[in-house]
């Protein structure tokens, strides 16, 4: 089955700074590549998204970028704010109903 | 309007209890999920349901046992419960296979004395 690594586990930043996280996955067949974020005690919800035929996404300060041959995908998160505090999770689907997540990252921002 | 909504939040209960979490969406998709997110924050699937018919089943214990009435609910019903059960379980809706967002309940912390 897919396997997704994420890195790192934990991130910290200075409020202003940018934030990189990123992922690889196995399956050549994954085409949807979501990140979630969740706060303490929240639930999980997308802030962005990128499919198969698409190399970069980007919304305001967040952006993903894909590279479908290495089979990584990153998120990207400039001027980061306190209120970008969270667990962060990518993931991947390949059409089967099934969406494999990574393990999360948290992200730290320090005002 | 909650577009997942889950009930009960909070479940607190004896070792080798029985007990159901309810999960609804009305946001009239026709796939909907059930997570586990241990202590670890790691988010494992464990079922996925489309149009009230079982798709995944993960390596879950038979003392799981979803239940998909309509293609608004999925319920969870746990036997037996065990220490390890101990968790966050988020339910999820998404439409179709997964071209798309899934959207998460606010999710129901079970906690196994």
């Known amino acids: 089955g897919e396997n997704v690594e994420q890195h790192p586990s934990t991130l910290s930043v200075q409020e202003g700074d940018s934030a990189v996280i990123k992922c690889t996955y196995s399956d050549s067949a994954s085409n949807y590549f979501p990140w979630y974020k969740q706060e303490l005690g929240k639930r999980p919800q997308l802030i962005i998204d990128?499919?198969?035929?698409?190399g970069e996404k980007k919304d305001q300060r967040i952006a993903v970028t894909l590279n479908k041959t290495a089979k990584h995908f990153s998120l990207h998160i400039t001027e980061t704010q306190p209120e970008d505090s969270a667990v962060y999770f990518c993931?991947?689907?390949?059409?089967?109903?099934?969406?494999?997540f990574g393990k999360g990252t948290k992200l730290s921002v320090i005002p | 309007d909650t577009a997942v909504s889950q009930t009960p939040k909070y479940l607190v209960t004896q070792m080798g209890n029985d007990k159901s979490i309810k999960c609804e969406q009305n946001l009239g998709h026709d796939t909907m999920y059930w997570y586990k997110q241990d202590s670890k924050k790691f988010l494992k699937i464990m079922f996925s349901y489309n149009n009230k018919e079982l798709i995944i089943n993960e390596t879950v214990p038979n003392r799981f046992s979803p239940k998909s009435p309509d293609k608004a609910h999925l319920n969870l019903h746990i036997n037996s419960l065990e220490l390890g059960d101990s968790a966050v379980y988020f339910c999820?809706?998404?439409?179709?296979?997964?071209?798309?967002?899934?959207?998460f309940g606010p999710g129901t912390r079970l906690t196994v004395l």
């Open positions: 993931a991947s689907g390949a059409g089967s109903y099934q969406l494999t």
């Open positions: 990128i499919r198969s035929n698409v």
């Open positions: 999820a809706s998404s439409q179709g296979r997964t071209s798309g967002e899934q959207f």
